[in-house]
């Protein structure tokens, strides 16, 4: 059984990452992915910009409710009992060009669609209100099979969220993202620099 | 002996703290204290300009390296050893009127100054990076004892940080408090509406 966060995202223990990371690359050893999950790529994106002081932008680390610690003496407190919370925002924010960001990645294998079963309502809610101060909000989506990525701009999510509740579409055609949606330009450092196709997105 | 997150605050397990709450609560019935922590009023404060569409401002989980979980069946899941990791920002930030907003929040029980041991050189950097593209940065520190808290710009903080490292004074004076921060005004709902002063930091 997949083990997932309440977000939906499978759970990978800080121990088997690597391991299951070369996997990958076993399988893939095309140019653009490499065996990197689409996270790996953000934080690369993200570690990037901080250095060349483009952006400050950072992963929210994931909630948890502690129950139970112990502290061996000597050694650093464990956490012996805890549980996964439901986030109440997206799983990234930061700041560039004066402008706050805030968005969420996801990836699909989907090749005609985006299946909005991979947003959650929280995330929309959060998007909607901080889009109303003034924040840039997005959704960064991999299609992995066609191995293209794209920035879709808040709104045109919060549309099709819409009309899904009304009882329409339960995805966004691949057609909209071809039209609305900024394609990330797969580039050598950092391979995904999704701020350029961002910097479509904020007030002139 | 006390156990402490990395970043130096002392750790309370989530079912203790109703519990030590209560105990505060018979030590201190004045009016604008009642027992809730600096945190507490935060998040009430958060909550409320979240609920009247002021601003979007959340406290960031504290991150954890988990490395074993179990799954019993029909029950969630249960991490059963993790460790505290260091934070590498501070621990709130959002957006408030288009601006992005970032600041930690600290409590001394010092009466004439303001102690730099309160901060750590990873907030700090943070900051600085976070004020260079553009956001609004700064300390909400509470005097507890004098029962009054302040908005302390990035500004202040990063020049007596700067002093310290040249072998200068190793706290911030009340005087400065009085004279370049902003205080906030204990108000009914949210009692400490923080808001309030940082509007004064924001760019005309």
């Known amino acids: 059984m997949a083990i997932r966060y309440p977000n939906g995202k499978k759970y990978v223990p800080a121990t088997e990452k690597k391991a299951s990371s070369k996997k990958q690359v076993k399988k893939d050893l095309t140019f653009s992915n490499r065996?990197?999950?689409?996270?790996?790529?953000?934080?690369?994106?993200?570690?990037?910009?901080?250095?060349?002081?483009?952006a400050v932008i950072h992963k929210k680390p994931v909630p948890?409710?502690?129950?139970?610690v112990e502290y061996p003496s000597r050694s650093a407190a464990v956490i012996r009992e805890a549980y996964f919370r439901t986030p109440s925002?997206?799983?990234?924010?930061?700041?560039?060009k004066g402008h706050y960001i805030d968005f969420d990645a996801k990836e699909t294998k989907n090749k005609t669609?985006?299946?909005?079963?991979?947003?959650?309502?929280?995330?929309?809610?959060?998007?909607?209100?901080?889009?109303?101060?003034?924040?840039?909000?997005?959704?960064?989506i991999r299609f992995s099979i066609l191995n293209r990525s794209f920035v879709l701009p808040f709104s045109i999510l919060n549309a099709a969220w819409a009309e899904m509740e009304k009882g329409g579409r339960k995805s966004i055609p691949f057609d909209v993202f071809e039209q609305d949606a900024i394609e990330i330009k797969e580039s050598y450092s950092p391979q995904l620099d999704y701020?350029?196709?961002?910097?479509?997105?904020l007030p002139l």
Do not use: W
């Open 35 to 54: 065996g990197k999950t689409l996270e790996d790529m953000i934080d690369e994106a993200n570690a990037y910009y901080l250095t060349v002081k483009e």
């Open 64 to 68: 948890i409710q502690i129950v139970n």
């Open 89 to 96: 925002t997206t799983d990234y924010n930061g700041v560039y």
């Open 113 to 140: 669609s985006f299946p909005l079963k991979n947003v959650h309502l929280h995330q929309v809610t959060h998007m909607r209100a901080a889009t109303a101060q003034g924040g840039i909000c997005f959704l960064l």
């Open 195 to 201: 701020l350029k196709a961002v910097t479509v997105l």
